[in-house]
């Protein structure tokens, strides 16, 4: 797959594509817990942390709108929904492909665990619960 520089810098004239494999979410659960659950609470109607965005209904959602969390301008003003393809390849390295992003995580070199995080955000939303 042609290397995208970031969505934002250097925007694709086509959304992305990415061959995803098939994730788990209970897998994708202990990832979350042990790389992201620091910096992101995943609550219903939860609060952002001081570290990073609520992340229950990311997946589905605009970039950069969780309610009441201060984004940096590249994540607030990304202009993608969160669908599979884009947290996919987020998840592989967040400062390739979203240039500036305040996101601290340095990315997952397994696919597995990429598609296996992005199952588990799939199901933590609301119209799951
Ligand atoms: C060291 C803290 C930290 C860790 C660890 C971290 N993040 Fe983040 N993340 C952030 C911050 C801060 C932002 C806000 C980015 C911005 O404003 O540019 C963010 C943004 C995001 C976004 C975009 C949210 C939105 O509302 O548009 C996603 C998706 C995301 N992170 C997923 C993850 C996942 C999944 C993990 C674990 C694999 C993870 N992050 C680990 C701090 C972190």
Same mark, same amino acid.
């Given at each position: 797959?042609?290397k995208?520089?970031?969505?934002?810098?250097?925007?694709?004239?086509?959304?992305?594509?990415?061959?995803?494999?098939?994730?788990?979410?209970?897998?994708?659960?202990?990832?979350?817990?042990?790389r992201?659950?620091?910096?992101?609470?995943i609550?219903?109607?939860?609060?952002n942390?001081?570290? /990073?965005? =609520?992340?229950?209904?990311? &997946?589905?959602? $605009?970039a950069g709108?969780? #309610?009441?969390?201060?984004?940096?301008?590249?994540?607030y003003?990304? /202009?993608v =929904?969160?669908?599979?393809t &884009?947290?996919? $390849?987020?998840?592989?390295? #967040?400062?390739?492909?979203?240039?500036?992003?305040?996101?601290?995580?340095?990315?997952?070199?397994?696919?597995?665990?990429?598609?296996?995080?992005?199952?588990?955000?799939?199901?933590m939303?609301?119209d799951?619960?």
């Open positions: 797959m042609e995208l520089k970031s969505w934002i810098v250097d925007p694709p004239p086509l959304k992305p594509s990415a061959n995803i494999p098939s994730g788990n979410a209970t897998v994708g659960e202990k990832l979350f817990k042990a992201c659950a620091q910096c992101h609470p609550q219903k109607n939860g609060k942390s001081m570290h /990073g965005p =609520n992340l229950y209904g990311v &997946y589905g959602r $605009l709108s969780s #309610p009441g969390y201060t984004y940096s301008p590249y994540t003003n990304l /202009g =929904n969160w669908d599979d &884009y947290l996919y $390849l987020f998840l592989e390295n #967040p400062k390739k492909y979203v240039y500036g992003t305040k996101c601290g995580f340095s990315g997952f070199p397994k696919e597995k665990d990429r598609s296996s995080v992005v199952e588990y955000l799939k199901k939303k609301d799951n619960n």
